[in-house]
């Protein structure tokens, strides 16, 4: 806690010197964060790593139905959702990643990339080595993160209220023990089970559409009336009868 306030601190401290000096060319010196730094502000046109980086922070915002590719190209489809970004959290929506897009992101994130809200512990009570999947252990734990910043991204939207994940990764052994599908998506890593809490659970289907997820499945569809799934499989299925979808 500790730790996350003196990053926003350092994080509002570099918005301000910003603010005075009236130019910033890149994210640069004075970053806020041990787990990525951003060295130049990336805009449309832009390409490599660093722009992987902020797409997998933004991927959360592509606009209904949307899902945002993450390929290292700042194209129009990033800029729209860094221009979603940065209107979700009061900055200037110009679709520029620069210092105070950065600065957010920093505040969001926690040491190990993770959004502040979210763990990898909490999306994978299965193993602690992310390993029995069906990909590498290094692919489920990326899948696990991207799928970290769009709950962020859809919590958020949903007032900053707890989403609760009940189930994430789980490793072939994991998954027949639950009586999981032998195609479920959670042995890849990029899926979540929610439970009600603040919200309903068609509640979260229904938001769930506006955050870059292409499965979505809910109450009314057959096993899954006690939560609401959302993973990010290849071809868009959405089914919550009781939920309008």
Avoid at 11 to 30: C, E, H, N, R
Avoid at 101 to 109: E, N, P, V
Wanted: with cysteine.
């Amino acid at each position: 806690m500790l730790r996350r306030t003196a990053r926003l601190l350092l994080s509002i401290v570099m918005l301000m010197v910003a603010g005075l000096t009236g130019v910033v060319a890149t994210a640069g010196a004075a970053q806020a964060d041990d787990c990525y730094t951003w060295s130049r502000t990336l805009s449309q046109g832009a390409s490599g790593a660093d722009v992987t980086q902020l797409q997998i922070r933004v991927a959360g915002y592509p606009g209904y139905g949307g899902v945002l590719a993450i390929d290292g190209a700042y194209g129009p489809a990033t800029t729209a959702a860094v221009k979603r970004f940065q209107s979700a959290y009061g900055l200037a929506a110009d679709g520029v990643a620069g210092p105070a897009t950065f600065s957010k992101i920093y505040a969001l994130q926690d040491s190990d990339c993770t959004p502040a809200h979210f763990s990898y512990a909490e999306l994978n009570d299965c193993n602690s080595t992310w390993s029995g999947g069906a990909v590498s252990a290094t692919t489920a734990k990326s899948n696990a993160l991207r799928t970290m910043w769009k709950l962020q991204a859809m919590r958020h939207a949903l007032g900053d209220q707890p989403i609760t994940v009940t189930s994430g990764f789980r490793s072939y052994a994991c998954n027949d023990a639950v009586g999981g599908s032998s195609s479920s998506r959670h042995l890849y890593g990029d899926a979540a089970d929610l439970g009600a809490g603040p919200h309903s659970l068609c509640k979260l289907a229904q938001q769930a559409r506006y955050h870059g997820f292409n499965g979505i499945l809910g109450p009314g569809y057959p096993g899954h009336n006690d939560h609401t799934h959302v993973d990010h499989r290849s071809s868009r299925y959405w089914s919550a009868p009781s939920c309008g979808i």
